[in-house]
C-alpha cells in the first residue's frame, strides 16, 4: 500500500492573478502558504482486476473512460493506464468546497501516490506541472495554479506566473520571529458554507478573456497588493501585513457578485471590532474560512463564538506532497 499526502493551502496576497487568463496577457504575483491540514490517497494493487475507488463515492469498473471522477480518470489516462488493476482511496482532513484548495492537493497527491505505485520519480516542479494540465487543460477548470504548485512544494512560499505559462517558485525569506507571529496570529474559522467557487472564477475568467478593463484594474491591484504582502513579510512588519489583509478584501469583495453576503459580512465587521487587524475569505469567496490576523487573539475567538464558527487551528506545512508509507 502507499500513501501519499498533500497539504491544504491558505492564499497570503495576489489571489485570482494565477488564472491563466490573466497571467497569459499581464504576468501574475501570489504569496500561498500550505498547512498541516491534508488530502490523503491510498494506492494499492487488489487481488482482482478493476478499477476500484473509494471516495465520497464508490465505484468498480473495468475501464478507465467508465471511472465517473474527472481528476482521477484523466489521471489514469495521462500515464496510460487503460486498463490497470488498481484500488484508489480518498480520505481529506477538511472537506472540499471550504477554499483551501482541495482539489488542487488530491490531484497531487494521486499523481504522487500513482507515480510511486508504478516506481516512478517525480519532483515538485514536474508535479505541479502535471497537476495543473490535469486541471486546467485536460478538464478545463476555471481555475489558476497555485493550489496545484503550493501543493507540491509546501511551506510560505511566492510564485511567479509569467505570460508564456511558466512558473517561478521562491521560498519567502522571513525571521523566525516573523514565522512565528505569523503562525500564531493567523486564525481560521469554518462559516458553516461549503460551495463551489466555479461561477465567480468563470465570471472572472470571461471577463480578463474579454479584456473587461474594471477586472484587468482590479487584478493589477490585486497582484500589487501581493508584493506589497510580501515585502511586509520579509521585513517583519506584521501590523501592516494585517492591513493590507483587509485591504485586499475590501478590493475583492467589489470584483464580482457571490464573493460575500451579510451574514460573512457582518462576522467580518465584528471581527474587526474585536481583535482583527484584517481578514479575507480563503479562496475565491462565497463561504468556507474566513481568515484573520489578530493581535488581540482571546477577544476575537469570544467574538466568533457569538456566530457558532468554528475555529480549525493549524501549523505551517514545510514537506509539501510525500509519501508517508510505501
Known amino acids: 500500500m502507499i500513501i501519499a499526502r498533500s497539504p491544504l493551502r491558505i492564499s497570503l496576497g495576489g489571489g485570482g492573478t494565477d488564472l491563466p487568463s490573466y497571467y497569459k496577457e499581464h504576468g501574475g504575483f501570489l504569496l500561498a502558504a500550505a498547512i498541516d491540514k491534508y488530502v490523503y490517497t491510498t494506492t494499492l494493487r487488489p487481488f482482482s482486476p478493476g478499477i476500484y475507488l473509494k471516495y465520497s463515492k464508490i465505484e468498480q469498473v473495468d475501464q478507465v473512460d467508465n471511472v465517473q471522477h474527472p481528476i482521477i480518470r484523466e489521471v489514469l489516462k495521462e500515464m496510460k493506464l487503460d486498463t490497470p488493476q488498481i484500488e484508489i482511496t480518498t480520505l481529506t482532513d477538511i472537506p472540499a468546497g471550504t477554499g483551501l484548495g482541495s482539489s488542487g492537493s488530491f490531484t497531487t497527491a494521486l499523481l504522487k ?9 517525480i519532483h515538485p516542479k514536474e508535479l505541479a506541472e502535471l497537476a495543473c494540465k490535469i486541471e486546467l487543460e485536460k478538464l478545463g477548470e476555471p481555475i489558476g495554479k497555485q493550489d496545484q504548485y503550493i501543493a507540491a512544494f509546501g511551506g510560505i512560499t511566492s510564485f511567479t506566473f509569467n505570460k508564456d505559462g511558466t ?14 507571529n505569523l503562525e500564531d ?12 467557487a466555479s461561477h465567480i472564477l468563470i465570471d472572472q475568467d470571461k471577463r480578463s478573456k474579454a479584456n473587461d478593463e474594471e477586472i484587468t484594474r482590479s487584478l493589477h491591484y490585486i497582484k500589487e497588493l501581493g508584493f506589497r504582502s510580501r515585502d511586509a513579510l520579509v521585513n517583519g512588519d506584521m501590523e501592516l501585513f494585517g492591513q493590507l489583509m483587509n485591504e485586499h478584501w475590501e478590493h475583492k469583495r467589489l470584483r464580482s457578485k457571490g464573493i460575500t453576503n451579510d451574514f460573512i459580512d457582518n462576522i467580518y465587521s465584528k471581527a474587526l471590532q474585536s481583535g482583527a487587524i484584517g481578514g479575507k475569505l480563503v479562496g475565491a469567496g462565497g463561504g468556507g474560512f474566513l481568515m484573520f490576523y489578530a493581535n488581540d487573539k482571546n477577544r476575537l475567538r469570544q467574538a466568533m463564538i457569538e456566530f457558532n464558527l468554528e ?6 506545512d514545510y514537506e509539501g506532497t510525500k509519501i508517508i508509507l510505501s
Open 113 to 121: 501516490g500513482l507515480f510511486t505505485h508504478y516506481r516512478r520519480e
Open 167 to 180: 512558473v517561478v517558485s521562491e521560498n519567502l525569506e522571513i525571521s523566525t520571529d516573523t514565522l512565528h
Open 185 to 196: 496570529n493567523l486564525l481560521l474559522f469554518f462559516t458553516g458554507i461549503s460551495r463551489s
Open 311 to 316: 475555529e480549525v487551528r493549524f501549523s505551517f
